[in-house]
């Protein structure tokens, strides 16, 4: 499962020009279901999304998570965005390739199966909506952006 994080101030995703998902502080979540992924890589996605600490504290480190943002106790906002282009494979040529992404319903699947999951361990979590056409507006603060994926056979992390 692939996952890039945008550090944000605010953003938002609109639809036919009405905002269906907008958060202030907080984490973009731009989300990629890969062919053999499930549940257990979508949990372990979401376990490290939540604690990354990439966050300022009182002293300027980056050592909170989203869900101590502000150090006392509230949590930061996910906007989870459906984005199945981060599976695309451009060393062929100049016309990516998306046969790394899985199937629209499995991905589909996860994509709700981790909303799902994000909503029951954080407080304030926002969506996209699965395949449409999305415009997302963002203030990346810093900028912060961390691509990560974790791989099913080796369960393992790793920035791509």
Do not use: W
């Not at 300022?56 to 909170?64: E, I, L």
């Amino acid at each position: 499962m692939i996952a890039v994080l945008q550090r944000v101030s605010e953003a938002r995703v609109r639809i036919d020009g009405k905002v269906v998902g907008e958060i202030g502080a907080g984490l973009l979540v731009l989300l990629c279901a890969e062919r053999g992924d499930g549940e257990a890589e979508s949990d372990r996605l979401l376990a490290k999304i939540l604690k990354l600490r990439i966050f300022s504290d009182d002293a300027g480190k980056m050592n909170r998570s989203v869900q101590d943002l502000d150090g006392q106790g509230h949590s930061g906002g996910l906007l989870v965005v459906s984005q199945f282009t981060l599976a695309a494979d451009a060393t062929g040529g100049n016309r990516p390739s998306f046969t790394a992404a899985a199937p629209p319903d499995e991905g589909r699947r996860l994509y709700d199966y981790f909303v799902v999951k994000a909503r029951a361990a954080h407080g304030l979590v926002q969506t996209g909506q699965f395949g449409a056409d999305m415009k997302v507006q963002l203030v990346n603060d810093g900028p912060v952006t961390i691509p990560l994926r974790i791989a099913p056979a080796r369960g393992c992390f790793y920035a791509s």
